[in-house]
């Protein structure tokens, strides 16, 4: 695809399309983003999205570390990654342009707002020259267009001041866009009456600048003609566009109902996990709690209460607050209660990268704990896949009785996807039942097993006859009383990992794309899917087969992947930290895994993906 | 909350677990005077949840025959509040020692004071570690030697009753573990306040810090040294009843003989007032107990209680929007169909 196109009038029919939206923190680059990715999902096109935004709610204006962007890759066919590099990058200010140009190649087209390029500004960014006068952009399709000052002419009968007109130049861009994509304008339009409806001023200034910036577009002939991306083909269904956070709460609350559990969510406010609190809160009308806790420990601890009484209970952070929930997590092991801690990855150690992406909490969230303590890990693939992992994990937790680890990541957190919408009806009743009878002889026993699943009953207080006491001292088999017996503890080590190990029967096989060859298989987990999933296309397109095996399951693994991995000669795994899953499978399977790892805040990109997966056959 | 219709007795409210505290241990005169005065509140065992932490204190919920929860170092307060907001119906109570709410789980516990959740929380004071073996608490006394301070505590010591009221707790009382008529009358105000209730117990510890309260408790000192509150009654005490309380200008308390001031200057209780500073300035008459120090309820004002909040905020919405509609929620906004 390429935007190098002769001159016509009509639209010009393009298979995909990535922009990348960027300007200052305080630009609205992230709004607009999410306004163009809200249309071309209503549009029908398939999509990704990368927000990539600073920890800092305004760092200083016009500097580099200020920079927010938002890239949407749209298309007409089915696509896994936000895009590697855009083909269109909208940059606002100089230091837009100059903290994005490493990921341009020749021929992209850059939208500039020149007004912004000042000489304030530019020595802002560290320029010496102005690059729009100086040559440094010849290789570029450069097209310097005045956004803030005809979004205040466009404003300026409104009597809007000059200073408040400014701030509406995100929405000229917007305009632009959807003028150079055949967006439709309608639903845009009704968006901005609706979302500023109470801001009558702000309403018309965006208003006008939006429909200056198609004007522009449509008049100026700066630009030979618009572009067009049909619809995509996608699976038939009904279809929403999601991000990370949101389809992950409404995987806890579809979770909730089916298990016919009331939800208590608490949790302490954290990058990039916040967002789940903020939505959870607004579902009150499906009987969901949730508590804003003092610290992340009181929040676990509160989700551990909540279990104990028999609700859902779940607590979600960020690695720093599994850190400090550890503890908390141990008891719940050792209490056999479920509870779903869900890990929304961020850049590590310490307070590292809040907003940026990382997968380097799989070790932690294995063996991060004191003691023997083993619990079932799930992890989402992709943005919509939050929802499923969501109800899965509960599934276990339930039925179980178990903590169970739910990993997500920044860059799943705030992405978009389209998502098939699942049938609600059709989706599987995970209730269980709570004891309500004595069960060995004229005793309640806490700790008397389902022979199967090895999970202990589940009596919730309030149950005539069935008090009892449970806790994080070790206790006897059985009982539950307190027991320091060797014999005793070394039978509970066994048989807490026995229970976690047994889920590897009750769950699916390895989710795995093989397309006949037996040389090389790529690995992964979690977020990295997408990216290795462009990746093997590419390759398959170069004619080589390449198998791609991507686990949900990461502790127990699936029953048979031990026998998949050994059907290849060579195992790649790609992973946005040092190796971790690598190491697991190398100890799990003495299988000499190769290690493929970034871990730059940002998702891998199928073309490096791509070179590593040949790198394999040399 | 069910009425069993049949009368319960102690028994009823005692597992069939071994005590295992020190023999001696002013632990199981509180357990007693709970298990006394269970049956005495109508509660059904089946509904009751003693919820503790770590420590010595925090064994109890094993001797009760209720549902029970022994978590970890400091985080009662917080496994309580997530008992109590999923289950509004059941008595939750709390268990645990000066270090335990104090210093490891100091932060849960003035959030569960501060929320108003609906726990009873009573903090045994020993004023010293006992499980781990004798080292300085956050209620020690300055200069107390222990193991982990061979040259005397430098730390000056939390007065846990002004702590909870500086939380504004709605009920705050002490009481002391060698009067079982005592505690079982505060326990049981504190069973019947509406909302957090938080109780500190002296309790001597006979193995690490014996007679830490004796300065106060000992047969023939306490009524010198012992000021039992009583709402609406001017402050009063002494084995003749000869000495009072009064508030300086700058609302100080200090002790007097009535005989100098009067009984016209005493200060006249009042538990109900809805501002903590009289309360507090009680708290602030004994530092330590080696001096004249208050006990029963400083403070019983009710103010809205967190989890019926919780339900409010749920049940409003439910009438608001009505019962969630999962399909409807699943495809709000924006949708399209591909055929």
Same mark, same amino acid.
């Given at each position: ?54 920890? &800092? ?67 802002? =960014? ?146 990039? =996990? ?52 550890? &503890? ?18 961020? /850049? ?20 991060? %704990? ?45 992405? =978009? ?23 060995? /002889? ?9 022979? &199967? ?5 589940? =009596? ?8 009892? %006491? ?7 088999? /059985? ?140 | ?339």
């Amino acid at each position: 695809m390429t935007l190098d196109t002769t001159s016509a009038h009509e639209a010009q029919t393009l298979d995909q399309v990535v922009i990348r939206f960027a300007g200052d923190s305080g630009d609205g680059m992230q709004l607009v983003g999410d306004r163009f990715t809200e249309i071309s999902a209503a549009f029908g096109n398939d999509l990704a999205t990368l927000p990539n935004f600073p920890a &800092e709610i305004r760092a200083p204006a016009g500097t580099i570390a200020g920079v927010s962007s938002f890239q949407v890759h749209i298309s007409d066919h089915d696509i896994v990654t936000p895009g590697d590099v855009p083909n269109v990058l909208v940059a606002m200010n100089p230091a837009a342009l100059k903290a994005n140009m490493s990921d341009v190649s020749p021929g992209t087209t850059l939208l500039i707002n020149s007004d912004a390029f000042d000489q304030r500004n530019l020595e802002k =960014a560290g320029y010496a020259a102005n690059p729009l006068d100086d040559g440094s952009l010849a290789a570029f399709n450069v097209y310097p267009v005045p956004m803030t000052s005809i979004t205040v002419e466009a404003t300026r009968e409104l009597g809007v001041k000059p200073r408040d007109a400014e701030r509406s130049k995100n929405f000229f861009a917007l305009g632009l866009l959807c003028w150079m994509y055949t967006r439709p304008t309608k639903p845009m339009i009704e968006w901005i009456e609706k979302r500023f409806a109470d801001k009558q001023t702000v309403l018309d200034a965006n208003l006008a600048a939006f429909r200056a910036g198609r004007n522009f577009g449509e008049t100026a002939e700066l630009f030979d003609n618009p572009y067009e991306v049909a619809p995509a083909k996608l699976r038939e269904g009904k279809y929403r566009n999601i991000i990370g956070n949101l389809a992950l709460s409404y995987g806890l609350i579809a979770a909730s109902q089916k298990a016919k559990l009331p939800l208590v969510y608490s949790s302490y406010p954290i990058t990039p =996990a916040s967002d789940i609190l903020h939505e959870l809160s607004k579902h009150k009308n499906f009987g969901v709690k949730t508590l804003q806790a003092e610290d992340e420990i009181a929040a676990c601890g509160i989700a551990i209460g909540a279990a104990f009484a028999g609700a859902l209970g779940v607590t979600g952070t960020s690695g720093p607050g599994v850190d400090l929930k550890s &503890e908390a997590m141990g008891l719940a092991i050792s209490l056999e209660l479920p509870l779903l801690i869900v890990d929304v990855q961020r /850049g590590g150690p310490s307070t590292g990268l809040p907003t940026k992406t990382e997968q380097a909490d799989l070790l932690l969230a294995m063996y991060g %704990r004191h003691g023997e303590s083993p619990l079932p890990i799930v992890a989402a693939k992709s943005p919509s896949h939050c929802f499923d992992a969501a109800f899965e994990a509960v599934r276990i937790a339930v039925k179980y009785r178990t903590p169970v680890i739910l990993l997500s990541d920044g860059y799943l957190a705030n992405g =978009a996807e389209p998502w098939l919408l699942p049938d609600v009806d059709s989706m599987a009743d995970i209730s269980v039942e709570f004891a309500t009878e004595k069960n060995h /002889g004229d005793e309640f026993w806490p700790y008397l097993r389902d022979p &199967e699943t090895l999970a202990r009953p589940w =009596a919730i207080p309030g149950t005539p006859g069935l008090a009892h %006491r449970i806790g994080g001292i070790e206790k006897e088999d /059985g009982t539950g009383n307190i027991s320091y017996q060797p014999e005793n503890h070394e039978h509970m080590v066994h048989i807490r990992a026995a229970k976690i190990a047994g889920i590897a029967n009750d769950i699916p096989l390895t989710d795995l794309d093989d397309d006949g060859g037996d040389e090389v298989l790529v690995l992964g987990w979690g977020s990295t899917w997408g990216a290795i999933t462009a990746g093997v296309r590419r390759v398959r397109l170069r004619g080589r087969k390449v198998s791609h095996a991507h686990l949900m399951h990461l502790n127990p693994f699936p029953r048979d992947l031990g026998d998949v991995l050994s059907r290849y000669r060579t195992v790649l795994v790609p992973e946005m930290n040092l190796g971790q899953l690598a190491r697991l499978v190398r100890a799990e399977y003495l299988v000499d895994a190769k290690t493929f790892t970034r871990m730059a805040g940002v998702p891998f990109r199928a073309a490096e993906m791509e070179a590593k997966i040949l790198e394999m056959y040399a | 909350m069910t009425d069993t219709g049949v009368t319960l007795t102690r028994k009823d409210f005692e597992s069939d677990q071994e005590v295992r505290w020190c023999p001696g241990c002013g632990d199981y005169g509180i357990l007693a005077a709970i298990q006394f005065l269970l049956p005495e509140l109508g509660v059904n065992p089946d509904e009751m949840v003693f919820v503790s932490g770590i420590g010595c204190a925090a064994r109890l919920p094993y001797y009760m025959n209720t549902y029970g929860v022994h978590s970890i170092h400091g985080r009662a307060p917080a496994v309580a509040t997530g008992v109590a907001m999923a289950r509004p119906d059941l008595h939750v109570w709390v268990i645990g020692g000066d270090g335990d709410m104090l210093s490891i789980g100091g932060n849960h516990l003035i959030h569960a004071l501060r929320r108003n959740v609906n726990l009873k929380i009573l903090m045994f004071n020993n004023q010293i570690y006992g499980l781990t073996k004798g080292q300085y608490s956050p209620t020690s006394e300055v200069g107390k030697v222990t193991k982990s301070t061979p040259f005397g505590s430098i730390d000056h010591p939390f007065n846990p009753v002004s702590l909870a009221l500086g939380t504004e707790a709605g009920f705050v009382a002490r009481t002391h573990d060698v009067d079982r008529k005592h505690m079982m009358e505060v326990f049981r105000r504190a069973h019947e306040h509406k909302g957090a209730a938080f109780v500190e117990v002296y309790q001597n510890c006979n193995v690490f810090n014996d007679g830490a309260f004796a300065g106060i408790l000992k047969r023939d000192v306490r009524a010198d040294m012992l000021i039992d509150l009583k709402h609406g009654e001017p402050i009063v005490f002494g084995a003749d009843n000869q000495l009072g309380v009064t508030l300086n200008e700058f609302g100080e308390p200090s002790v007097c003989q009535i005989a100098d001031v009067g009984m016209e200057r005493l200060l006249v209780h009042d538990e109900h007032r809805s501002d903590p500073t009289l309360a507090f300035a009680l708290s602030r008459l004994a530092d330590a107990p080696n001096v004249p120090t208050p006990v029963g309820i400083f403070r019983d004002v009710e103010r809205p209680v967190y989890e019926v909040e919780v339900q409010r905020q749920l049940a409003a919405a439910s009438e608001r929007s009505g019962p969630g509609d999962l399909a409807a929620l699943l495809s709000t906004g924006s949708t399209w169909t591909i055929s």
